[in-house]
């Protein structure tokens, strides 16, 4: 599966961004997809996932009721809409795709499939 990330950009804070991630070689379908971002000097870190299977959304605390992750419906691809950005949400931010239990689905090892990443800025 070949990951293709786009949508990022500058925005100012309070503002929202859409990205949006195709795949392409197979669908999600069987896979879980997850975003992580990158920060500069820091680790990647887990931001959102979800096993499209019938499983639920999962996602970051310093997130979670202003991103929310979602497919098209022919499991192609797989979006962030970010709301309410501040400038800790500035990083690359990376799609990534795998089967993890549930219990690693927050871990970067745990998907073998990733994208280039695409650079979101919160700045005014």
């Known amino acids: 599966v070949q990951l293709v990330e786009s949508g990022g950009g500058l925005v100012q804070p309070g503002g929202s961004l859409r990205l949006s991630c195709a795949a392409s070689?197979?669908?999600?379908?069987?896979?879980?997809t997850a975003w992580f971002r990158q920060a500069q000097g820091k680790e990647r870190e887990f931001v959102a996932a979800?096993?499209?299977?019938?499983?639920?959304?999962i996602y970051a605390d310093s997130v979670k009721g202003r991103f929310s992750i979602s497919r098209d419906t022919a499991l192609t691809t797989v979006y962030l809409q970010m709301n309410n950005l501040n400038d800790e949400d500035t990083a690359v931010y990376y799609c990534?795709?795998?089967?993890?239990?549930?219990?690693?689905?927050?871990?970067?090892?745990?998907?073998?499939?990733w994208g280039q990443g695409t650079q979101v800025t919160v700045s005014s």
């Open positions: 990534a795709a795998g089967r993890p239990i549930r219990s690693t689905m927050e871990t970067v090892s745990a998907y073998y499939y």
């Open positions: 070689g197979n669908t999600f379908g069987s896979y879980t």
């Open positions: 979800r096993r499209w299977s019938g499983g639920t959304a």
